[in-house]
């Protein structure tokens, strides 16, 4: 999805259908931040 969304956190996390947050958290999480 990063990739698809060129790192835009905001487009990723709409089409995730997540906020901001969550998707950096799980970013954090799985080493991509």
Known sequence: ???Y???N???AAHL???N???LRK???QYGLL
């Open 20 to 22: 901001r947050g969550t």
């Open 5 to 7: 969304v060129r790192n």
């Open 1 to 3: 999805v990063m990739k």
């Open 9 to 11: 956190q905001t487009k």
């Open 26 to 28: 799980k970013l954090k």
């Open 16 to 18: 995730l259908g997540l």
